[in-house]
């Protein structure tokens, strides 16, 4: 505590211009302002202010010093304001990058209700299914399906994610049904392009192992939305998430093949760059996402 005192002292000296008026501030007197000072620089070793009987100036050092001294400050104002009064606030601007599709369903219609509860936040959302580099783009927050391939980044695990391969009805009567990973090399699949895991295939387990299967088809999309679609007009089998296929199941618009050899679950992330303090606002958010998410009635349509 006395370390701090001395820096709010410093800094109080500084912006004042001199020892009486930063003690007048403070109730005390211009000795014991004096006093602060002195022990600041003999524990730093070096000279901050130069006084004299008609003002002071900031040394070199001073000035490098006192810029730090009013973040630091500043950054302990505003810690102390968001927890008073019985409450947490966040606030300023907060840029988002999702996927397109997942994006649309699960993450833009939830931001207006975490904005609700914080009316000092702003949110900028990009919905792209190209992978984002969210470092130098200048991303807070990037919400992923799959693995994390960036050891720069964080990874907040948000739920968990379930794939499946589909196919229409039509397509399986035309076709006939894949009975192992294999029979897939005899199907037309939809593939994604180079987005997240499916650059590496489709996985599936086999034998109690993951296995990453290539497949291809004459028809590919870097949208899941059309790869959606055209599976349900009949093109092809896709490999797709339940969050996207689940009411086109119940429905059966849709029939899920090679269920024996699924693959474990990957999970729903929030990712951000790696840094020592996280926002507030980011904190949150990802927070409000989590709990969310959380909640199994989210998932099967009741909060929908």
């Known amino acids: ?20 008026a930063a003690g007048l501030a403070e109730g005390v007197a211009p000795a014991v302002i004096g006093r602060r000072i002195d022990a600041l620089e003999a524990r730093l070793g070096v000279k901050l202010l130069v006084r004299t009987t008609r003002r002071i100036t900031l040394t070199f050092e001073g000035s490098a010093f006192l810029e ?16 008073s009064l019985g409450g947490v606030k966040a606030s300023g601007h907060m ?6 599709g997942f ?3 699960h993450v833009a219609p939830l931001v207006p209700r975490f904005l609700a509860q914080n009316r000092e936040v702003s949110i900028s959302l990009d919905l792209s299914d190209r992978l984002t580099d969210i470092v130098n783009e200048g ?3 990037a919400i992923r399906i799959g693995l994390l391939d960036d050891s720069s980044l964080v990874s907040v695990p948000l739920a968990a994610n379930h794939r499946v391969v589909v196919a229409s009805p039509d397509y399986l009567r035309r076709r006939g049904t894949p009975q192992t ?10 593939t994604f392009g180079t987005y997240g895991n499916q650059s590496r295939g489709w996985l599936f387990t086999v ?4 296995l990453a299967l290539r497949v291809s088809g004459n028809m590919e999309c870097n949208d899941g939305a059309v790869l959606h679609e055209w599976a349900l007009a009949g093109m092809g089998l896709a490999w797709r998430s339940m969050w996207e296929v689940r009411e086109d199941l119940e429905a059966g618009r849709l029939t899920t093949v090679l269920d024996g050899y699924a693959a474990p ?3 729903i992330c929030a990712l951000f760059p790696q840094r020592r303090h996280l926002p507030l606002r980011v904190r949150m958010f990802i927070d409000f996402l989590k709990e969310t998410y959380g909640r199994a009635e989210y998932w099967s349509g009741a909060a929908r």
């Open 181 to 190: 990973p294999a029979d897939l090399a005899r199907h037309d699949c939809l």
């Open 265 to 267: 679950d990957n999970a």
């Open 95 to 100: 840029r988002v990058t999702a996927p397109a």
């Open 103 to 105: 994006g649309r369903r």
């Open 1 to 20: 505590m006395d370390r701090f005192k001395q820096i709010e002292t410093f800094a109080a000296v500084a912006m004042r211009g001199s020892l009486s």
């Open 68 to 83: 730090d001294c009013q973040r630091i400050l500043n950054d302990f104002h505003n810690a102390e304001a968001s927890v």
């Open 139 to 141: 991303f807070d927050l």
């Open 207 to 210: 034998d109690g192992r993951p």
